[in-house]
């Protein structure tokens, strides 16, 4: 044998043993052998939940489940009854493992189970990954007895109840995220506080009928309104701040309150700070949430920006925002100008319209008459602005537009400069009362001079 042969065949020899001493042992698993199990509960009362390092403890009574730590908490019942129906029927296993390595999921994020029942354990265990049984569609879950070093794949003897789908849930789904138990039948006023300003929305007379009665003489946006209370109704929480005090959450002093009255009671709910980047697994992702309160529970929940926008709804927001609602063939004549350029005027006579600038008349174009009858006919509103008098616009544009409907009837509208600082709002005002945001779209649909509606 050469030198350089018995070299080679002895630095194989190193690196073999060097693979074999250093590699991780590979889980052993041996088929049909497993007879780990839990025997059915007659009943079950106590559910602890541990996960990264939180813990959530919940107990029956009275055929209701309720959290009892960290804080004392509704629970969701559905979730806690599928636990309930698992351990009623039991689990068995079909496979072992020996050693578990890291892909078996019974890393530091895994779930820890235990249940109890009449003070007494069924089973503590940690929930690992869950798997499809090869040539089937049986799903089984591994899983790791507590102070055990074996892990077995189990299953639910229960009908149709999986699991791993049974108990593998975000900790936030085991709670009972309808928190405000509001019931729209019963339901009387709401009052909103928000920016120094206070709304009150009450029901009407007929079903489902509601009408703003403070500020007195605002006409309600039905949509709006609806979208209010289905929300109030209807609201999941988003997160729960159990760590998080008042002050943290800035409810101290909240920014908006919302109370709900009917002939009993009252709920008083109080939103506080946007959801910060320190606690922003609360919110899971939304940038926009709050913190919500209600007062006297002493529990604090984060809530979606859109849903707190919609629950506090503004005066704004919740006023109708049609302008005007005309019988578009009941005009019968519109003036156009402005008080530098003087007025032209538009005038249907039968089935056309005329352009009348003092003594002279010329033939409307139909076509680009037909848009400001539209606009006209269902104006709405961008937004209400309680601001300043109106500044001209001296563009060269018409500003004043008079809108006549037979002999009795006409409205005035008067077009501004932009309420935002951007081109896409104009401020109006119609017939010397609300000043309001109006689409520039619209406005210019209507800013026309005789030149631009003339035939051509």
Same mark, same amino acid.
């Given at each position: 044998m050469s030198?350089?042969l018995?070299?080679?065949?002895?630095?194989?020899a190193v690196?073999v043993?060097?693979?074999?001493?250093?590699?991780?042992p590979l889980?052993?698993?041996?088929k049909d052998?497993s007879t780990?199990?839990?025997?059915?509960?007659?009943?079950?009362?106590?559910?602890?939940?541990?996960q990264?390092?939180k813990r959530?403890a919940?107990g029956?009574?009275?055929?209701e489940?309720?959290m009892?730590?960290?804080v004392?908490?509704?629970?969701?019942?559905r979730a806690?009854?599928d636990?309930?129906a698992?351990f009623?029927?039991g689990?068995k296993?079909?496979?072992?493992a020996e050693?578990?390595d890291d892909?078996?999921?019974?890393?530091?994020?895994?779930?820890h189970?235990?249940?109890?029942?009449n003070g007494?354990s069924v089973?503590?265990?940690?929930?690992?990954?869950?798997v499809?049984?090869?040539?089937?569609?049986?799903?089984?879950?591994?899983l790791?007895?507590d102070?055990?070093?074996?892990?077995?794949?189990?299953y639910?003897?229960?009908d149709?109840t999986?699991?791993s789908?049974?108990?593998?849930r975000p900790l936030?789904?085991?709670?009972?995220k309808k928190?405000?138990?509001?019931?729209?039948?019963t339901?009387?006023t709401?009052?909103l506080?928000r920016d120094?300003?206070?709304?009150v929305v009450?029901?009407g007379v007929?079903?489902d009928?509601?009408?703003i009665?403070e500020?007195?003489?605002?006409?309600?946006?039905v949509g709006r309104?609806?979208?209010?209370?289905t929300?109030a109704?209807n609201?999941?929480?988003d997160?729960?701040a159990d760590a998080?005090?008042?002050d943290?959450?800035?409810?101290l002093?909240?920014?908006?309150?919302?109370t709900?009255k009917n002939?009993?009671?009252?709920?008083?709910?109080e939103f506080?700070?946007?959801v910060?980047t320190k606690h922003?697994?609360?919110a899971?992702g939304?940038?926009?949430?709050r913190?919500?309160?209600?007062?006297g529970? @002493?529990? &604090?929940?984060t809530?979606?920006?859109y849903?707190?926008d919609? %629950?506090?709804? $503004?005066?704004? !927001? =919740? *006023?109708d925002?049609?302008?005007l609602?005309?019988d578009?063939d009941?005009i019968?004549?519109i003036?156009?100008?402005?008080?530098?350029?003087?007025?032209f005027t538009?005038v249907r006579?039968?089935?056309?319209?005329t352009i009348?600038e003092?003594?002279t008349s010329t033939?409307?174009?139909?076509a680009?008459?037909?848009?400001?009858?539209?606009n006209l006919?269902?104006?709405?509103?961008i937004?209400?602005?309680?601001?300043p008098p109106?500044?001209?616009?001296l563009?060269?544009k018409?500003?004043v537009?008079?809108?006549?409907l037979?002999?009795?009837?006409?409205h005035t509208?008067?077009?501004g400069?932009?309420?935002?600082?951007t081109a896409?709002?104009v401020?109006?005002?119609?017939?010397d @009362?609300l &000043?309001f945001?109006?689409s520039?779209?619209?406005?210019?649909? %209507?800013?026309? $001079?005789?030149? !631009? =509606? *003339?035939?051509?």
């Amino acid at each position: 044998m050469s030198k350089k042969l018995l070299v080679s065949i002895i630095l194989l020899a190193v690196v073999v043993l060097v693979f074999v001493a250093t590699r991780k042992p590979l889980p052993q698993v041996v088929k049909d052998t497993s007879t780990w199990s839990v025997e059915k509960a007659d009943s079950i009362d106590e559910v602890v939940l541990e996960q990264s390092g939180k813990r959530l403890a919940f107990g029956k009574k009275d055929g209701e489940w309720a959290m009892t730590s960290p804080v004392e908490s509704k629970a969701a019942q559905r979730a806690l009854a599928d636990v309930e129906a698992l351990f009623a029927a039991g689990l068995k296993s079909d496979l072992i493992a020996e050693a578990p390595d890291d892909s078996y999921g019974f890393g530091e994020a895994a779930l820890h189970v235990e249940v109890k029942s009449n003070g007494a354990s069924v089973a503590s265990f940690a929930l690992g990954k869950q798997v499809t049984v090869p040539n089937s569609q049986a799903r089984r879950a591994w899983l790791q007895p507590d102070g055990g070093t074996t892990a077995y794949r189990a299953y639910s003897l229960a009908d149709s109840t999986d699991l791993s789908a049974a108990l593998d849930r975000p900790l936030d789904d085991w709670r009972e995220k309808k928190v405000l138990g509001l019931e729209k039948d019963t339901l009387e006023t709401i009052e909103l506080e928000r920016d120094g300003q206070t709304v009150v929305v009450a029901r009407g007379v007929g079903d489902d009928t509601w009408v703003i009665t403070e500020p007195a003489g605002v006409p309600i946006d039905v949509g709006r309104a609806s979208s209010l209370i289905t929300t109030a109704e209807n609201l999941l929480v988003d997160g729960f701040a159990d760590a998080v005090t008042l002050d943290d959450a800035g409810l101290l002093a909240p920014s908006r309150t919302v109370t709900f009255k009917n002939a009993d009671k009252s709920l008083v709910l109080e939103f506080g700070d946007l959801v910060d980047t320190k606690h922003s697994e609360l919110a899971h992702g939304d940038t926009t949430a709050r913190f919500m309160h209600i007062v006297g529970s @002493g529990l &604090i929940y984060t809530v979606s920006g859109y849903k707190v926008d919609t %629950l506090t709804s $503004s005066l704004a !927001e =919740l *006023r109708d925002k049609k302008v005007l609602d005309l019988d578009s063939d009941a005009i019968d004549k519109i003036a156009f100008g402005s008080p530098e350029e003087g007025l032209f005027t538009l005038v249907r006579e039968g089935t056309q319209w005329t352009i009348w600038e003092g003594e002279t008349s010329t033939v409307a174009d139909p076509a680009k008459i037909g848009p400001v009858l539209a606009n006209l006919s269902r104006m709405n509103a961008i937004n209400f602005v309680d601001a300043p008098p109106l500044v001209p616009i001296l563009d060269g544009k018409p500003n004043v537009l008079v809108v006549s409907l037979g002999q009795d009837l006409q409205h005035t509208l008067r077009f501004g400069a932009s309420n935002s600082g951007t081109a896409n709002t104009v401020l109006a005002q119609l017939d010397d @009362g609300l &000043i309001f945001e109006l689409s520039s779209f619209v406005a210019n649909a %209507l800013r026309k $001079s005789a030149t !631009e =509606l *003339r035939s051509e």
